[in-house]
């Protein structure tokens, strides 16, 4: 059982690059999400998408786009990378919106630096 | 709105000792209550959780009690081993009955490192 796959894991853009974080679950989710995570910073929303067709903003949206292709796909797009946008991002996904007591998935985090 | 405060640490444990992380929240109505686990390198995975009142959560010699009069979830365990050393998450997720607004929020995050 696969859970919640990211690619790649690792990366390196130059400044004004683009790039797609692809993220697949295999767990028939409705919910997913992408985080990313800073030093001293904890974990920060970026989009999430609480079921098929629908996605809405986080904390940090800008800088971001998201599509989710499927019940299964959410990826993130960043359009014209900034040295800022260097972190760990995250997908997570969990079963459906509302329902508080559902555990959240994780993927095991994809390495961006933006020089 | 809702948040989380946790101590930042980062917290450093001798083998056996005793393990507190004081984890406070605010939110409306009844929130559930997480505890993920990041080791090194990987994402983070849940370590317990509770979902009303005086639930008490536990795994791996883990426990947390939700409690609501004092907006509380700490993290407790009675004799630490190295193989605890990772960040720990405080979390909480909104009130099914009163928003159907799907987001879970994390603390900052509590480095714990255990050394023999």
């Known amino acids: 059982n696969a859970g919640v796959t990211q690619t790649p894991k690792f990366q390196v853009l130059k400044t004004g690059q683009s790039m797609t974080l692809q993220c697949a679950q295999d767990?028939?989710?409705?919910?997913m999400y992408w985080y990313r995570q800073d030093p001293g910073m904890g974990l920060r929303l970026i989009y999430y998408?609480?079921?098929?067709?629908?996605?809405d903003k986080g904390e940090v949206p800008n800088g971001y786009n998201v599509s989710r292709l499927n019940k299964r796909e959410f990826s993130l797009r960043l359009e014209s990378a900034a040295p800022s946008q260097t972190s760990v991002y995250f997908c997570?996904?969990?079963?459906?919106?509302?329902?508080?007591?559902?555990?959240?998935?994780f993927g095991e985090g994809s390495w961006l630096t933006v020089v | 709105g809702n948040s989380v405060t946790q101590m930042e640490g980062p917290v450093t444990l001798s083998e056996e000792a005793f393990l507190t992380i004081n984890c406070t929240y605010t939110?409306?109505?009844?929130?559930?209550l997480f505890w993920y686990v990041q080791y090194p390198g990987e994402g983070l995975q849940l370590l317990l959780k509770?979902?009303?009142?005086?639930d008490k959560g536990s795994n791996k010699g883990f426990e947390a009690t939700y409690r609501k009069e004092t907006t509380s979830f700490h993290l407790e365990k009675g004799s630490v081993q190295v193989s605890d050393s990772a960040v720990y998450f405080c979390?909480?997720?909104?009130?099914?009955?009163?928003?159907?607004?799907?987001?879970?929020?994390f603390g900052p995050g509590t480095s714990l490192s255990v050394i023999p």
């Open positions: 997570a996904s969990r079963k459906s919106p509302g329902l508080s007591g559902n555990t959240i998935y």
């Open positions: 767990m028939n989710h409705n919910s």
């Open positions: 998408s609480a079921s098929e067709g629908t996605t």
């Open positions: 939110a409306t109505g009844y929130p559930s």
């Open positions: 509770a979902t009303k009142a005086d």
């Open positions: 979390a909480l997720s909104a009130d099914a009955m009163k928003t159907s607004y799907d987001k879970v929020i």
